[in-house]
């Protein structure tokens, strides 16, 4: 158990920023609004998965919608009403909250619901990473029930999508209510008990976030190097490096959508990668040859600063090193895959492996 | 109390056809669904509005989105689910239910899940018309609350609207749902008492719908006129004669939207109607002036058999007759019109009464 205060945010906004793979809400306002809400409402205790009591319930929350609307438009406590929206749904009370996705945003999203309601979180969420789509989790995929769930805005509406015959239905209905709510909504989906939360969530990773974040300020701090202290953190390698020469990124149903490409620099001098992107990034190519896919992490940091670069606020110009990180192991498996892997994002391209060298 | 059998379906339908103002969804495919629900579960009580006992709770079902669509994709037992779905949320059993609109296929969409559940139902609905949107209810007008609901579709999917800021944001988001649930779907709205029931609701509308019927199908009986038997059952005025000269309708927005132009017959030779229809029509002009607007119900039947033609089934070639009938007393209050005027609609003109002589 340990204490998410004020302190670590600057931390996680950093490592979440990394790991939301260009989606998941910005996470600057993330930050900014965690803060806010501790200031107010006090630190919050984060239980690793192996300490969360066998009796507890275990409330699933996070944000939806569209990352280029998420800068304009704040969320305020809409995290929090959707919890108490599906707690008096199904009659059970939260012991515990845990991200639905730890990139972006929405690694600080379930610390403000936390804060206000005065209960801890689980240093595990739904994705290891971040994805556009609500049933994109590793809960759903392994078992946990995608219903019910609530959505509210910040207005005061609040929806409860109490059965769907699928995960994909639970994800086109949230999906509609989130775009007439304005285009970013927050949910919360019934408990978890101790035992699903420990068999089908990414453990750690709001440490992993802390940890990589850490990481790149203290190479700020110490003239290191800081794309080598991230890769020194987490294992993935360097797929490319250069120039933002276009971006092509339009809001539409419900999500950001588009494609980067970035003209190489140094050993990568005069190659092209083109980033495909729902919110998080796709599908990585070199000259037309894919180099990574979902649900590998396709992460887009600045090259200088190795900070991370999110889809709302990527622009032409920037000097970028992509990062490729190997998937968690729960989404490499054939169900994991087949909620996660490049066919289900519609390319005819089966999953294969990033590659990382050994230490 | 009285019992709807088989028996009265085929003038109910034609009653409530007329009644719809174009909408509230196909009457026929309505008859069928319910002749099958009666020869399955037998027939349903109804009440007059005065019989409902005093703990009653009754819940108010109907279908919801575009009849263009609805006569394509039949509903099965949404509304007994969407029932079930509201009951269940709100830990209330219903004892009666009570139809949303008396228009179309609604005036027995109430009566399958009445069939379904066993309940009795009230002679009345909220609109004594048909309307397009969800808001558009005597019982909300007059202080009924408008959440919580629940919307149904056939495949197995529901949702609860459990609060919203506004009547209008509860069909914002009712309609962004029917529209993924494919454009038609169920509702039901949380338990009314006696009390709501009796002062919010358009009275004796079923016993209405039938008797128009019942008129109609009595003259082609005895080679009388029936548009006079359908205005001598229900007080109202020929506004206009013609045959359908064009037809612009398109299924947008969860709506049947669209114009249509009738070229005038012998009283009305020379002359041109165009009547704006949002499932409903709204606003009929001839030659460019306004003869009649919502609330007031403008109603296209055969000019040979007076039987009502819905949106849906209107088309080229039709020789029909316009007949106007004023909006129930409920709708032509202040608030009443602030719900249902031709301003509500977009459109920068007053409400002016329909005038109908006296007999």
Redesign the interface.
Known sequence: MWQATEDVLEAVAIGAGILGTGGGGNPYIGRLRARQAMRRWGPVSVMAPEEVPEDARVICVGGIGAPTVGIEKVRDLQSYHALR?IEE?TGEEATALISNEIGGSNSVEVMIAAAKAGLPIVDADGMGRAFPEFQMKTFFVYGVPFCPM?IADE???????????TPA?AE??AR??T???GCVACYAVAPMSAEQVRTTAVPNTLTLARDLGNAVMQAHDTGDDPLQAILGTCPGRILFSGKVVDLDRRTTGGFARGTLAIDGLDDFARQRMVIDFQNENLIARVDGEIVCTVPDLICAVTTDGGEPVTTELMRYGLRVTILGFPAPALWTTPQGLHESGPRHFGYDTDYIPLQVAAD
Chains 1, 2 share one sequence.
Do not use: V, Y
């Open positions: 929206a749904f609530a207005k005061g509406n609040s929806i409860i999508i109490r059965e769907t015959i239905w086109r209905l509609a209510a775009i007439q709510m």
